[in-house]
């Protein structure tokens, strides 16, 4: 009945760009979007899409690339690096919350092995909202997003034996639980010990893929190595996610890492979208509209307990109570593996209804509560701590800041201190000008450090942090961000903090530059062309022309590349 799957399709599609749109244009999730429209038409909403194997199924390869994208940042030196965060701090919360949600269920009268499930599921804090929520707010790299991301490592790494015995246990049916989880863990190992020792294999595989200069090619392969794992892992008893997973870890640390998340991440995010609408049409509504209370009951304990349970484990950590505040509001919310571990657990019989819908109606409210949260984690976190703490990310370091420039006049102020802020920085050096550089990225700051550079962290488009790296005192600064959006508001502050600062922008290509000459940069280098427009000038002068003319010629030729550049005064 193709037909019939064409027309489900169809319907869902209409669905979820219609929700979609309006969630997002609320700025919420579009998580909230696709779960609302699978609840809609789904067979406990209108019942326009009563049964959708293939949709389903498709859903489920959804899953099974998110895992593949997490394998893909599953870094063993970076997870030894941050083992304090991920291993202490993550398998602490992760213990504690399902310890303390299993007493909850067992003193409500539901068996061990169900409420074991549930409090490991809501355990889980979704990945997907909260990276890219704390993208969006520039906090990736703060104290309480690097906290956050460290529990979210081990949640995920945590989800995966979870998901396998969920699987293992729904096929055995009446088996011994105990022998059914120690028959799993035997298969994950060797699993992953096979898969390891085919590392080698899989990065030649990929390397001659890549030689033939077509993406086709390279994404059909990635596709393929996911798929034959998948299926591998699934005649093992094991579940898609877990295979999937490992073929992320084993191409992890290759070359071809970010090439393969920019080629995975459309088909990710489409088919996970499939995935959050399958489960949006599991959600039982007429139960939670009988049962109202116990589902609203059931959203304020998980958002309770996680909230007070991570906020324990940070203050634990010996953090600031605003850190701890902020950690806590970012996570306290259900994620998609908690959605992902109590349907699969309903499906196989593992969970009563009674028990499982109220609770998987509670991880989807807190789905939609959780951008909030994200968003105004620093708002709710002032509020609360009164004042302690203004939670006003520009308080976060200025003291160090000040401290290492308080020395320091008529110095540069670097924006940025990645490769081309490194070079920067050391003609500066050569020349003797004093300048200090900020970098909120912490990779880029310890390689800056270990090159003896003066650079300090922070973020460098909040006026407390320019304030406290001696903008009023500088003779000039030079901003070298990537994303263009904050480039543009680190122009327009520095305008607003100091309008006579000559302001030196580097950016990646020539797109967009009259939107930086409207905020106020001084001079503008598009990476992309100052390469070749070097070269042509070192050409014209090996050639005889006189270096004057040759840079008269070469500003020539960039006004006429980049007529927005024209108004600018000359380098």
Known sequence: MPHHLLLDALILALAAFALVAVVVRLRFSPIVGY???GLLVGPRGLNLVPHAEGIHLLGELGVALLMFVVGLEFSWPRMVAARKVVFGLGSLQVGIT???????????GAPLLPSLLVGFAIAMSSTAIVHKQMLDQDESTSHHGVLATGFLVFQDFAALPLLAIVAALGHQGDADPLRTIARVTAMVGAFLVVALLARPTVGRLLAWTARSASNEVFLLST????????????????SLPIGAFIVGMMVGESDFRHQLEEEIRPFRDLLLGLFFLTIGTTIDLALVAREPVITAAALMLLVLVKFS????V???NRADRVTALRTALILAHGGEFSLLIVSQSLAGGLIPAAFGQPVLAAVALSLILAPALVQWNGRIAAVVAGREHSGDPDHAEPAEIVARTRSLTNHVILAGCGPVGRLV???LEASGVP???VERDVGRLRKAQSQGHHVVFGDVTRPGKLKAAGVHRASAVVALLNERRRLEQLVDRIRHLEPGIPVIVSTRDDTGLKSLVEAGATHIFPE???AGLALAAQTMMVLGVPPREALARVRAIRSELNPELRALPPE
């Open 528 to 530: 992309n062309l100052a």
């Open 435 to 437: 300048y200090v550089a």
């Open 35 to 37: 779960l609302a429209a």
């Open 223 to 238: 596709v393929l190595l996911i798929l034959t794992t998948a299926f591998a892992a699934e005649q093992l008893a094991l």
């Open 98 to 108: 399902a310890l303390v949600a299993a007493l909850v269920g067992l003193s409500l």
């Open 309 to 312: 349970i991570v906020f324990a």
């Open 314 to 316: 940070v203050r634990f």
């Open 425 to 427: 920085a050391t003609a």
